[in-house]
């Protein structure tokens, strides 16, 4: 009998056979594949963690790989390319050259690393930007337009001028409205360069501007004014007029209306417009009106113990009274406004004067004895006021005929006695501060300050007529040069008086 051996051929490997042979290679793949697992599992996670609050791979920024990079990182980047960029402005025939920041760009570092930064940096977000490819960051800018507008408006060099305006003015010698023509000026519109920042800003590199200078007109131009001369011009040929109360005509001159218009830039600075002086205009037929119109004019009768008239001093007269002069007023304003011709008319209405009834003075004083030698005589019939410093009185007259008094005064004490002579009423005041501060100090015995006298009339640099509420007697020596009356008879003696009124005062 004969025994077979299988031997494994010559240099070949012994190889397992039958069913435990499979089972350890089985085994021993399973065991090399669970190696490379776990290899591989700590590797991804040791690899995406490195990336935590960092940039992500394939993220760029201004060209450049900045994966891995920290916020802080980033944006010192951000801030040196920023801070070196250089723009070159060229203007006509000069050139300059400015940073971002002079043209009004903010390069925000912080927000443009924040942006580089915030993407999905867990183990998957890691794994899938690795295989995504490249990620662009832009830097955050923003560009003030108004700052970049005004770099814009500098680059006019200082020997150019704006553009003039043309105005419109009144020559006072030749008595004529001309037309001063406006001029052109040099300038820019910004939009260019404002346009141009705003492009290339983002990229922070350096580049050019070509800013063009242009002709600018101005806004009001010579043909608008000499629009407005004709304008004027025939305003000025269109007749104005006023009839009076009593058929008298009050013609509106060329002249006169030069001097109530006036020619300016409307608010939008864009046009001329042509004003009237509305005050002035109604002072002037206020004036008119108060020419025209007649002041009623009292009179005076005297009479006796019964009341029947022994005398007439002075016929009263009725006076007119102008009623529409305010719309008289504005339609000459409304002419003013316009080119067309007025013709506009007063109307008035009568003023009924009053009659005063004072007593018939006496012959005879209370003694018995004539007292007309003791008055300055005065037959013209003209209005004057005697002073008696010795009787304490006031008498008015008109002409020889006492019409009102006498009445007690009180004159000026030892002194300050009252001036003596002829004089005549130069200045009223219905009411009036007194005072003697230019000569006292407030703390002087002598200094005095009282508000508010009423009527007053001056007849002689300081000496004047008013009346004294501050007293309750008179007929004496106290004041300091003035005539105190009582102010119901120095209102009396302020009505019937007036400016140039003659005033006699003696002892």
Known sequence: MTNVTDTAAPGGPLRPTGRHGRRRVALVLVAVFAVLAVLLTGGALAYAKQFEGRALPGTTLLGQDIAGQTPEEISSLVVERGSEVTVTVTAGDQTLEAGLEDLGVTVDAAATAQAAVDRDDSF?????STWAGEHEVAPV????EEKAAEFAKGLVPEDRTDPVDAQVSFDEEEQAWTAEPGRNGQGVDPQPL???VTQNAPA????????????????ITTEEAEEVVG??????????????????????????RNGWISVEAEEDGQSLGISVDEDAVREWVSARADKDAV???????????????VKVVTEKKDGLKITNTDAVADELIAA???????????ESEKVTAEVEKVDAPKDEDEDGEDDSSDTPANPTGEKWIDVDLSAKTVTA???DTPVWGPRTMVDGKAGNETVTGTYEIYLRYDRQDMTNAGYYEEDDPEYYYTPDVPWVQYFHRGYAFHGAPWRSSFGYSGSHGCINLPVSDAKWLYDWASIGTKTVVHN
């Open 397 to 399: 007259y008109v002409g």
């Open 204 to 219: 922070l590199e350096d580049f050019s501007v070509e800013q063009p200078l242009e002709e600018i007109a101005p806004q």
């Open 336 to 346: 003013l406004s316009g080119t067309t011709p007025l013709e506009a008319a007063f």
């Open 231 to 256: 304008t004027i011009s025939t305003l000025l040929e269109q007749p104005m007029s006023i009839t009076g109360a009593d058929g008298e005509t009050h013609e509106v001159s060329a002249e006169r």
């Open 141 to 144: 800018v923003s560009v003030d």
């Open 194 to 196: 404002v346009d141009a």
């Open 124 to 128: 998957t977000g890691v794994l899938s």
């Open 295 to 309: 002041e009623a004019e009292d009179g005076i009768e005297q009479v006796d113990e019964d009341g029947e008239v």
